[in-house]
T-cell receptor, first 111, second 115 residues
């Protein structure tokens, strides 16, 4: 399975943008880049995904490097509710793909 | 919108007992996944079902079994419980192909405590 590397933890001030990096140098051409997050005492939740182009949704933006060996999840204006563990995950094109959770980045938001 | 339902939310069992965890996927979702999250750990994939057939298997102990029923709900059966089985158990479901690529929706989890 293709692997991802993320910082163990990051801190950000409330109402400021947050950039969460992810390295995936062994990504294959058919891997989608997904981000999930897990808020305290909750199940993981989908945040965003992309293949080659940058993506935006109501929760976040995903910036993908041109060579696809890294990506950055961008929270435009962090709130206390965004404090969570963020997981960068690669999915192959096969359906029914299980999620292999890596260590993730624990994001702390400072009021 | 309907979410994944798991029951019970909390379960306390003694060593060597059995436990059954239930998962009700989002309507029209045909794939169910089970994950185990130990204290301070990241979730680990256990097993998955697609259209009522086992589709993939991860680090699931032989003491555990699971199935998906005709109404698509799934049950995880755990026997000869050990202290190390104490964990959060998450169920997730995903829609048919072409609906939403590979997005999984997680339930709130069942917290199992083995004493």
């Amino acid at each position: 399975d293709a692997k991802t590397t993320q910082p163990n933890s990051m801190e950000s001030n409330e109402e400021e943008p947050v950039h969460l990096p992810c390295n995936h140098s062994t990504i294959s051409g058919t891997d989608y880049i997904h981000w999930y997050r897990q808020l305290p005492s909750q199940g993981p939740e989908y945040v965003i995904h992309g293949l080659t182009s940058n993506v935006n949704n109501r929760m976040a933006s995903l910036a993908i490097a041109e060579d696809r060996k890294s990506s950055t999840l961008i929270l435009h204006r962090a709130t206390l509710r965004d404090a969570a563990v963020y997981y960068c995950i690669l999915f192959m094109m096969d359906r029914d793909d299980k999620i292999i959770f890596g260590k993730g980045t624990r994001l702390h938001i400072l009021p | 919108a309907a979410g994944v339902i798991q029951s019970p939310r909390h379960l306390i069992k003694e060593k060597r007992e059995t436990a059954t965890l239930k998962c009700y996927p989002i309507p029209r979702h045909d794939t169910v996944y089970w994950y185990q999250q130990g204290p301070g750990q990241d979730p680990q994939f256990l097993i998955s079902f697609y259209e009522k057939m086992q589709s993939d298997k991860g680090s699931i102990p032989d003491r555990f079994s699971a199935q998906q029923f005709s109404d698509y709900h799934s049950e995880l059966n755990m026997s000869s419980l050990e202290l190390g089985d104490s964990a959060l158990y998450f169920c997730a479901s995903s829609p048919p192909p072409g609906t939403s690529p590979y997005e999984q929706y997680f339930g709130p989890g069942t917290r199992l405590t083995v004493t």
